[in-house]
Structure formats: C-alpha cells, structure tokens
C-alpha cells in the first residue's frame, strides 16, 4: 500500500485537507481489504439494476461493470495500486473505477451511502464464511462418528465432578460432543437466515427518491429478504454480535474436548495418545510431549469471548443510526471468523489421529465402585424403595473401602449384612460390561443404544448433504 495522497471522494464541502494523523486513525483499508470481492459483486449487482431501471445509461453500466471486474482481478493479484487516501476498500475501488474510466465510475454510487454498502459487504463476508464454518462442522462431526464407530466396545469411566461416577462407552462419550456440534450447527443455520437480508438501497439511513428496485438487487446478490426499515439497517450489527456468540458457543464445545484430550493424555490417565504431528516438543526437557494445539484451542476460546465483550461494547450505547464506531466491527467479526475455522481444521485432524489405551481405560472404568448404582437398581427390582437401595449400597461401599475390597470380592454372606434379600444374582450387574449394558434407555450408554445413535447420526448427516447438494 502506497503512493500519494490526494483528495477524498467526499471532499466537495471541506476547506482543509484531512491531518496526516487522523488519515491513519481514521483509515480501516488494513483490514477491510478482505471485503474487496463482496463489495465489488454488491456494486455490480447495484450498477446492472441502476441500468435496468433507467437511472443510468446501458454504456456506462458496462464500463463500469468491466472495469470493476479488471480491479477484482487486479486486487487478487497484487497489482492493484492502494493509496493512503482512500480510507476503506470501498473507496478505494470507486477511486480505481474512476482513474480508469473518468466520471462515468462516480454515477456506480447513485442511490447507495457507504452506510448501507458496508452492511451489505459484512452480510455477503459473513453468509459465506457461515457456510464455510457448517461444512467443517459438519467434518468435525463426521470424524467423531466414524471414531465412534471404531471404538464401539470401548469401555471408559464416566466422570462427575472430576470423580469417577459410571462406566459408559467412550463412542457415547463421542458423541455426546457431536451433539454439542448439532446444536451449534442449528444455532448458526438460523444465524445465517438473519444475515441474509439484503440492506442496499437504504443508503445513508433514509432511503433515496431514486426509483431503486431493491428487490431486484436481492435476487442478483441471493438474498431471501430485503431489509423492512432503513434506520435499522444501516445502523444494525446484531447479525456480528449474534454470529460471535454463536462462535463463543461453538468454540466452548471444541475447548471442553480438548480439556479432556490435556487430561487424558497426562501420564496420571494415559488415556489416549495423540499423534505426534499434533503436538510440539519443550526447549529443555527432551522427553517431552506438549499436547499444544489442545492447549492453543483453550485458549483461542478466550479470545472469541473477548471479541464478543467487544462488539457489544461498541453497540451499546451508540445514538440512532450510523456512527463511526460502527468501523470497530470488522475487526473481531474477521479475528472470530479465522480463529474458528482454523480451530475446526486443527481439531479435525487431531481427532482422527487419536488413539486409545482400551486396557487402561477398562481397568480405570472397573475401580471406584462405579457399579455402585447397578447395585442399588438391583435392590429397586426386588421392591426395596430407592433412597433405601442408596443407603444400604453407601454403608457396604464404605465397608469395602475399610477392608480394602471390591464390590465383586465381598461375599454372600457378608452382602447380606447390609440387606439379607441378596442373593447370587448380584454378581451379575457389577461387571463394567453388564453395567454398561443395561443401560438401555434412549439415549443411555449401551451398545445397543449407541449403535442407534450412530446411525440417527449418519442418517442425519446424510440428509444435510442431500439438501445442500439440492441447493447447488
């Protein structure tokens, strides 16, 4: 970015030029650069309905539409020539459009503000960059489910309170992150139907006299809906602010599995080995095994919060309607944008190369008295009311603890001590495996369960790729 300054576009009613300092203040071009595809197809879209409505002439619609088209390419690579004058990207295409074609360039702004222009580029950003983020979502998903599949007979303790609580399936545990996934997926899918509402034609915040056809815009541009109102249009940003909440969600997700890869991968668990290609080595200590890009995924988290914290701030107390702190928008809804997809790709890799200690996660699941539960079910079905089943089960875990035995090595006999309607079958729900199994509800942890939700998983997915394939 370089070259001489010279006189803004909007110069017409100053005297003195802008200050050197408040030009660098002021300009955005830095990072709104990323906008110079969308805000070029909005301007398109808007100089071919211009036309169509008789506003300006079809030969002047064509010298601009060409000439934009040359500067896109231009910008892409590299050749386009930015001056510190030009503030924004939008700007400084208009200023490209007219050193090529004279003032012809000037009329591609009738009938639009940069208020309304400016929406209209975050929208056509952020429909994209949604899309984007669904279909890695969906990989992720997709990752954990075929892991799921894999380690179907995995047996892993179930934790409460960072204490063992009850076997289950490691696949169930996968898929209750897939889960998580789903609900992110559906919360940005209804983000999107809210971004895709197309504000140009309001132009500054009042609407213009010019006979615009917004409706015909929209349909060039995809838009379902054209915005009701023109103040909230170009004043509103609750589509940043919603999508950054959503990604704070989504990103939570992805940081509470990687809490638990941290966890699992320490010596102290040894649950799971992850892939060397997803880890780093210490400066000093050579046989170190860093699970950084987990510990960097927590962290980015952080980071996305602290950009919705941002944008609500600059929201909230701003006067109807445009105002210029309106700039500080792009910033965290592009840093959010980046950190989640990025956070996605990483940890789609890293979950599809995980592998997992099956023995040391059955012989943890196995300790605890994590079948303790069962036992007290046990004692349901033979008429014993619960809360009764809870205490004579605590009083024999306690009597297990002081002689140093497990559930399964008390005898018979000592068992009915603590309740004489005990007998053989007992024995039969302690073991992990039958503990896990019994599990039977919608929804719980045994295999049967699973495999089910499994398959309501692909069947799921199946049906997005049908329906995103149909929209093609």
Known sequence: MGGKSRKKLWSGRFTEETNRLVEVFTASLPFDMRLYGHDIEGSIAHCRMLQRQGIIPPADAASIVDALTEIRSEIASGAFRFLQSDEDIHMAIERGLIDRIGPVGGKVHTG????????????????DEIGGILQLVAGLQKTLVDLAK????TIMPGYTHMQKAQPVLLSHYLLAFREMLQRDAARLAECLERVNVMPLGSAALAGTSLPLDRKYTARQLGFQAISANSMDAVSDRDFVAEFIFDAGLLMMHLSRFCEDLIIWSSGEFGFVEI???????????????????????????????????????????????????????????????????????????????????????????????STATDVAEYLVTRGVPFREAHGIVGRLVAHCISSGKDLAEISLRELRKFYTGFDEGIYAVIPVKKAVNARNTAGGTAKKEVLKQIREAEGQAKGKRSKAKGQE
Do not use: C, H, W
């Open 112 to 127: 639009r503000s940069r208020n309304d222009q400016v929406s209209l580029d975050m929208r056509l950003y952020l429909r």
């Open 275 to 369: 892939s060397d290609a997803y880890t780093t080595g210490s400066s000093i200590m050579p046989q170190k095994k860093n699970p950084d890009v987990a510990e960097l995924i927590r962290g980015k988290t952080g980071r996305v919060y602290g950009n919705l914290v941002r944008i609500l701030t600059v929201l909230k107390g701003l006067p109807m309607t445009y105002n210029r702190d309106l700039q500080e928008d792009k910033e965290p809804l592009f840093d959010t944008a980046d950190t989640v997809k990025t956070s996605l790709m990483v940890l789609t890799g890293m979950a599809g190369n995980l592998t997992f200690n099956r023995q040391r996660m059955l012989e943890e699941a196995a300790k605890g008295f």
């Open 150 to 153: 894999k380690e179907i007979d």
